[in-house]
């Protein structure tokens, strides 16, 4: 009998840890900050430098833009889960690269001593120039990736254009006199959590033109929306007159978030019988 009360009381102190370490989880999980930060620069390169990361070194995820070419890390405790792209397509690429440079070398030398024979024994012989070819194959390279990153910008635009729609429609729903404590109630919200989850810090010099000057001005002033932009040294200047889609400037972003303030949120909203309805009236 004594042997099986200190069983059961292993057991429980056991089951306590435990029940302790899920609760502590929980708590760091809610309150414990993800850190976020973003540089950039949108001049002749495209660059820009993404991270986050919770409880210092625990979880960490980091994205590169550089050169058209995007790699991101996901560590945990420092240890790499998750790479883009993977380890093995880089050395192929590191190699296949590699491979092409010494073929290119031994091209340039066999013409050379051509050249070489050629020429009279007085004479100095000069570098072959660059091969045509190669000179193509650059500039096609280089093509690709400005289209490939106006692609990207007109996609972007492409879903601002439907987020300015939706937001037409959530107006006309505003004007009904039965949906006005539900909106309020969702700005207040909204509100909320952009001052915690906004920026704490923003840096950015920016200047922006669509094609067209009536949609650089719609996106002007849903970007002015955002009180953001007047607490924080920001400036952006549209571009009525280009007939061109660009971004070009710089930029500095970091902040933090906690998920208790989304949970909280979320749990307000869900007690609101008219938020609810709202919500499925948007989502038709």
């Known amino acids: 009998m004594h042997i099986l ?8 102190i056991l089951l306590l840890i435990l029940l302790g370490l899920l609760l502590l989880f929980v708590l760091a999980v809610l309150f414990a900050p993800v850190r976020y930060r973003a540089d950039g620069t ?11 990361n919770w409880l210092l070194f625990v979880l960490r995820v980091a994205c590169s833009i550089k050169n058209g070419e995007v790699t ?5 405790f420092g240890i790499p889960v998750f790479t883009y792209p993977k380890r093995k397509k880089q050395k192929e690429k590191q190699t296949d690269t590699k491979l092409l440079d010494e073929t290119t070398e031994i091209e340039k030398e066999i013409a050379y001593f051509t050249e070489e024979k050629k020429s009279d024994a007085d004479s100095v012989p000069e570098l072959p120039e660059n091969d045509p070819k190669e000179q193509k194959t ?27 729609k939706n937001l037409a429609h959530i107006k006309e729903m505003i004007y009904d006199e039965s949906n006005r404590s539900a909106f309020s109630h969702g700005c207040a919200e909204i509100r909320y959590l952009l001052r915690h989850f906004g920026p704490r810090r923003l840096k950015a ?3 922006f033109a669509t094609g067209d000057p009536a949609r650089t001005g719609q996106l ?33 972003v970091k902040g933090r978030i906690r998920l208790v303030h989304a949970l909280g949120s979320g749990i307000r909203i869900w007690r609101d019988k ?3 309805k709202i919500i499925r009236k948007i989502r038709k």
Not at 72 to 76: T, Y
Not at 146 to 160: S, V
Not at 222 to 244: A, G, K, L, M, Q
Request: hydrophobic share 45%.
């Open 205 to 207: 010099d920016l200047t």
């Open 138 to 164: 650059k500039q096609k390279a280089k093509h690709r990736k400005k289209r490939d990153f106006r692609r990207m910008l007109t996609g972007i635009w492409q879903k601002l254009k439907q987020i300015i």
């Open 42 to 52: 949108l001049l002749e390169k495209k660059e820009a430098d993404i991270s986050a």
């Open 5 to 12: 009360l200190l069983i059961l009381k292993i057991i429980g």
């Open 72 to 76: 991101a890390c996901v560590r945990l």
């Open 220 to 252: 002007l002033g849903v970007i002015c929306i955002f009180p953001v932009i007047y607490r924080n040294e920001v400036s952006i200047v549209p571009d009525f007159e280009t007939d061109d889609f660009y971004i070009r400037g710089t930029f500095s």
């Open 274 to 276: 008219n938020m609810r």
